[in-house]
């Protein structure tokens, strides 16, 4: 497996069942009463992190999703970690409905909200950078999703493009996003490492690839 330099690569990969999975997760924070659990789920761009979080929203009914790109919209690629803490994790923790216009999309009138409704009972909080110390005390559990850069690449061309307007994009991500998750190395504060592509054969509807 081809990481970016700095990235410890996961061993004793083994095949679970998704919804045992989500019973590791609730694990971790036992305690969790009259809110919903926060679940951070992280990893590079192109790993599956969508993928996977819609596949965990199928096994627990009523959840609820947060993708960061929408914090980060028109915001510096992770300078988001005080807008999400105070306007999205903080209503989560009182266990109240989010409703929040990050500041960037009043500024290009973009619509909509970001919305989650009270009553979820996990709510997957999703994207790249949301691992880090600046927000352990809002995350209750964590998924890091480790993949093979040539096939995270592979997606994200084909999901994005290859012209030179991707790529001057895709070098300016990289520039921010390597020294950040080199210091943060949210890999080791995971409460599991989910394979994102390709280790062992599974059911891809009902089991997923984990490290032990």
Do not use: C
């Amino acid at each position: 497996m081809r990481l970016h330099p700095g990235e410890v690569e996961a061993t004793g990969w083994r095949v679970l069942k998704l919804t045992d999975v989500v019973r590791r997760l609730l694990e971790e924070a036992p305690g969790v009463t009259g809110r919903p659990l926060v679940v951070a789920v992280d990893g590079r761009g192109g790993a599956g992190k969508s993928t996977l979080v819609a596949r965990l929203r199928k096994v627990v009914p009523g959840s609820d999703v947060v993708h960061t790109d929408d914090i980060a919209w028109n915001q510096a690629y992770f300078d988001w970690g005080g807008l999400i803490a105070e306007n999205v994790l903080a209503p989560l923790h009182r266990g109240e409905a989010v409703e929040f216009r990050p500041p960037a999309w009043v500024e290009h009138d973009r619509p909509g909200a970001i919305r989650v409704t009270a009553g979820a009972g996990i709510v997957w909080v999703e994207g790249t950078g949301i691992i880090r110390e600046e927000l352990a005390g809002w995350i209750d559990a964590s998924i890091w999703v480790q993949g093979d850069l040539d096939e995270q690449e592979r997606r994200l061309s084909a999901r994005d493009g290859d012209s030179a307007e991707q790529r001057r994009h895709v070098a300016a991500w990289l520039a921010e996003e390597l020294p950040f998750l080199r210091r943060e190395q949210p890999w080791r504060r995971a409460t599991v490492v989910v394979a994102g592509t390709g280790v062992l054969r599974h059911d891809s509807e009902s089991e997923i690839v984990v490290a032990v």
